[in-house]
């Protein structure tokens, strides 16, 4: 493993250690005084990107190969994101060579002499800052830099882990005038060129490619060139023999990052670019771009059993992904399978200007309305990864099996895989050159099953964060990786960038252990490298059956494939986020009926809101690993359960749901001294929905944050709160703590609540240093909802009031006619005076995640399909659990999902076998 061995900035004496030395005693090359620098331990407790200190993780890489019947497995280790409090349990904490303690010099000595010792250049420079006590970065601290130096830009501020703030591009004469501040800051400091590499490019394979953020300040595409003609002159020493090639991708908030690829060590040719005296200054950090996997399918070996009352609350309301495109990443897709194929419009491509690759656009395409060939223009493998993924998001098979959760959305596609390529080839900028390509053909959902083992603040983690912040309508969801155990052991820690995102959907998976509703013991574990709640949700990921992709295609093949891992759970979790989308944009909120004057674009904060509020608890202790909190680090807000929060007018009565989160009226915050919002509900009790299902008061607010810098040790920025109070005088506060939560912009309000009692719910501003801050919040449970405000977004199903109809559904014949005829004219009478009349409440007992039999007068539908397309309905998964396979072949892999609902079909879907591995000696990240 190779150390990066940097120039040291500042000479310095080797005399003997000892403690509370005066600074100019062991440096006598300083140019300032130990006051004016940010004290050691202070840097060393941020994790800053610049770090002395940092934490290595061995993560547990899974190799197949072909027709083996279980894993086996390498180790990588990085350098990650924890702090040397996190790092306890997870890794090993490191002191980087150059400032290991020697020559009679400590660390921190080292570190103090280094930065004490830096003469400052007159053109601009990187410098850190550490505010004053009680000093905080928002709009007034920014107003009032600002009026010291009047031509500072002060959007281009990066806020760092709490007290810290980065200051790009500042002049010698504008950090003199700014560190005379002492009112306000306790310290400024430049950063040093030596720390600009971050450690993991040292521990990194040697020919990662490296990716240079630059400092705002400077002209990003001069500095290209610069590195350029570096590489030309230099090629020999740093290149691969087929040669670098540098890419630059722009940045609205950390001015450019320029990606080199090709390189033989990287870690020389990073270390040469911050010694160089006219590029090192215009680097803000280099960082290594780690190898992208899939998370993926290896999982014959992964046992399977249950079998539950199927219940298609969704589908049987025509919510089946109608009007609703999907984005996906992955290794490619077979165009040409059934689940996707249009006789009418064969996929064709054309250049594509921008990336100079090839590329399908055709909104009227069936199924495929984009294609950007970035890698390759098919899945050109049998039984490839991006072919089963998509078909869990959207595959719809002319004969209905194994359709996806959305079947009638449509696929913007991005392809990332060579065939049967060890890695993946990801763009080097998300944010402009993969995420607008699916959203200009309107698709605001983007599922991603890949990533890779580095548990920190990376490029591609930032880059989510940043797209997501600057289109609040988009929404990314993305696999958790599958490092989380070997079947023996658990690992806490091993959730893999970018699934690190703090505005992403991380998804982690759900399997059959020796106990129902268990967590999949390879699914990766959280806590994210800050303390973030990290897989955000779970879903079923074990063995979904999905389309089938062949080496040489022929239009309308069909064949399906078994397959695991959080790479299947993600596309599940996508395809029920269309659900949501299409739920909310037809209209079906707030009355539960569909009207489409009440529709609206939901905000992608509001639908990760409505996915982690009807999250159900899994109660095993495969799912409880790192403790008896809830939400945890094993399985986040717990798995998907949509209709545990959106539900329809003829299914349950007198169940409440607020939401706020309207694209086109989004609620905002702009500084910390706006008012709270508050609404009030009052409790009817638990009774609003049938025994076995949720019962709680939820209150859920997400917002997408503004991006962080990389490696930072606190990702988030606006710091929002919420909070739910009882007129009894009960608190209750998010994410299962007894107070405020500083750390996460998912938080979520669980209770029981005791009938009568008003609720109060409040959302907050502690801190918006990057406003206005967007923000989507829902409330669901039995209670009276306040009324719909006028800008869209809110209101409630059932509101109180209505005609009770729960004995239509046992009284027959004439009797019953009767009543219906009186219940339609009373109806009528209320519509007619502006009120809509309750809808019958079928009682219908919902059933699990598994799937399982239903049946009716007009059809017969039997599932063992874990994913179903109930919105993963179920109960709290804390009770005895039905362990019946009798509608299940011993070793048979999981459908999707049953056959649509359909009055003229009754044929049962099918079962396969057992399904062999399809890896092609391939080497996979993670278990299943």
Not at 102 to 121: F, H, I, M, N, R
Not at 160 to 188: K, M, P, R
Not at 199 to 210: H, T
Not at 757 to 771: H, L, M, R
Request: glycine content about 10%.
């Amino acid at each position: 493993m190779k150390f990066l061995f940097t120039t040291t900035v500042a000479a310095v004496l080797s005399i003997a250690s000892a403690s509370d030395r005066e600074l100019s005693s062991y440096c006598p090359g300083s140019v300032r005084v130990e006051s004016t620098v940010i004290p050691y331990a202070d840097y060393v407790k941020f994790q800053l990107p610049q770090a002395t200190e940092y934490c290595m993780q061995s993560v547990k890489i899974t190799d197949v190969v072909d027709g083996a019947d279980s894993p086996t497995y390498s180790t990588v280790t990085y350098a990650n994101g924890f702090n040397q409090t996190m790092c306890e349990g997870k890794g090993t904490w490191t002191v980087r060579p150059e400032f290991e303690a020697s020559g009679g010099l400590t660390t921190e000595e080292k570190y103090l002499c280094d930065v004490a010792s830096v003469v400052l250049p007159s053109a601009k420079k990187s410098y850190l800052a550490l505010l004053a006590d009680g000093v905080v970065p928002g709009e007034s601290f920014k107003d009032r830099v600002q009026s010291i130096v009047s031509d500072l830009d002060v959007s281009k501020f990066a806020p760092v882990n709490g007290g810290f703030l980065s200051f790009l591009s500042l002049t010698s004469e504008e950090y003199d005038s700014l560190s005379n501040l002492a009112d306000t800051f306790s310290a400024v400091q430049p950063v040093l060129d030596s720390l600009k590499v971050a450690p993991i490019v040292s521990s990194a394979p040697a020919d990662s490619p490296i990716r240079i953020s630059t400092d705002a300040g400077w002209d990003s595409s001069v500095f290209k060139t610069e590195i350029e003609a570096f590489v030309s002159a230099n090629e020999a020493t740093y290149c691969s023999s087929d040669g670098c090639a540098a890419a630059l991708s722009e940045f609205s908030s950390f001015g450019s990052d320029i990606v080199i690829t090709g390189l033989e060590d990287a870690a020389a040719f990073a270390t040469a670019i911050v010694s160089d005296a006219t590029m090192g200054p215009k680097v803000f950090q280099i960082e290594a771009d780690l190898p992208i996997f899939m998370h993926n399918e290896e999982a014959a070996w992964i046992t399977q059993s249950g079998n539950k009352t199927d219940h298609t609350p969704f589908w049987d309301h025509g919510i089946t992904g109608t009007g609703i495109t999907v984005g996906a990443a992955d290794s490619g897709l077979d165009h040409q399978s059934c689940y996707f194929f249009d006789s009418n419009k064969a996929v064709t491509f054309s250049n594509d200007p921008q990336l100079n690759v090839g590329i399908w656009e055709d909104t009227g395409h069936r199924k495929v309305v984009q294609y950007v060939g970035y890698a390759g223009n098919d899945e050109g493998e049998n039984g490839g990864h991006g072919t089963h993924v998509v078909g869990s998001i959207l595959g719809d098979r002319v004969d209905d099996v194994h359709d996806g959760m959305a079947y009638n959305a449509k696929i913007a596609f991005y392809d990332i895989g060579v065939a049967n390529a060890e890695y993946l080839n990801v763009p080097g900028n998300l944010a402009t050159d993969m995420f607008p390509y699916a959203k200009r053909v309107n698709a605001l959902l983007h599922s991603n099953s890949w990533g890779s083992a580095s548990n920190s603040m990376t490029g591609d983690a930032r880059q989510v964060d940043q797209y997501s912040w600057d289109n609040q309508d988009f929404l990314v969801l993305v696999a958790a990786g599958n490092s989380g155990g070997d079947g023996s052991s658990q690992f806490p820690g091993s959730l893999g960038a970018p699934a690190t995102a703090k505005n992403c959907v991380s998804v982690g998976a759900t399997s059959n252990g020796d106990e129902d509703n268990d967590l999949a013991y390879f699914s990766s574990r959280g806590p994210a490298y800050d303390n973030r709640i990290k897989p955000d949700v779970v879903a079923p990921g074990y063995f979904i059956s999905s389309a089938n992709s062949v080496t040489n295609p022929t239009d309308n093949h069909c064949s399906s494939v078994g397959m695991a891992g959080t790479s299947m759970a993600t596309p599940v979790t996508a395809g029920i986020a269309a659900l949501a989308q299409q739920y909310f944009e037809n209209g079906w909120y707030p009355s539960g009926t569909r009207k489409g004057s009440d529709g609206f674009k939901p905000m992608g904060a509001l639908l990760k809101a409505v996915l982690i509020n009807g999250g159900q608890r899994l109660t095993t202790s495969m799912a409880n690993y790192q403790g008896s909190s809830f939400p945890n680090f094993d399985q986040g807000h717990g798995i998907v359960e949509l209709d545990a929060t959106l539900n329809f007018a003829d299914t349950f009565k007198e169940q409440g749901l607020y939401v706020r989160g309207d694209f086109a009226n989004m609620p905002s915050f702009s500084s910390s001294s706006d008012a709270p919002v508050t609404e009030k509900f009052t409790s009817t009790g638990t009774s609003c929905v049938p025994d076995g299902q949720t019962k709680e008061f939820r209150a859920t607010l997400v917002w997408h944050d503004y991006p962080s810098a990389t490696s930072t040790s606190k990702s988030l920025v606006n710091d929002l709160d919420i909070k739910v109070t009882g007129s009894d005088g009960n608190v209750y506060f998010p994410n299962g703590g007894s107070g405020r939560d500083d750390t996460n912009n998912a938080e979520s309000v669980v209770f029981t609540p005791t009938e009568g009692v008003e609720y109060t719910v409040e959302i907050s501003a502690n801190t918006v240093t990057q406003g206005p801050q967007p923000y989507a919040y829902v409330v669901s449970g039995c209670f009276s909802s306040p009324d719909r405000p006028e800008d869209g977004g809110g209101g409630g199903i059932f509101g109180g009031g209505g005609i009770d109809t729960d004995l239509l559904m046992y009284i027959g014949g004439g009797v019953g006619a009767l009543l219906l005829l009186a219940f339609l004219i009373l109806g009528t009478m209320k519509l007619l005076a502006g009120r809509t009349p309750r809808q019958p409440k079928y009682k219908v007992k919902r059933a699990s995640a598994y799937g399982g039999q239903r049946k009716s007068s007009n059809s017969s539908r039997r599932s063992s399909g874990f994913a179903s397309a109930t919105g993963f309905t179920g109960q709290g998964y804390s009770g005895a659990q039905n362990k019946s396979n009798s509608h299940r072949p011993a070793g048979g892999s999981i459908p999707l999902n049953t056959r649509r609902p359909s009055a003229n079909k009754g044929s049962k879907t099918k079962f396969h076998g057992k399904v062999q591995n399809q890896f092609n000696g391939k080497k996979w990240d993670g278990m299943v």
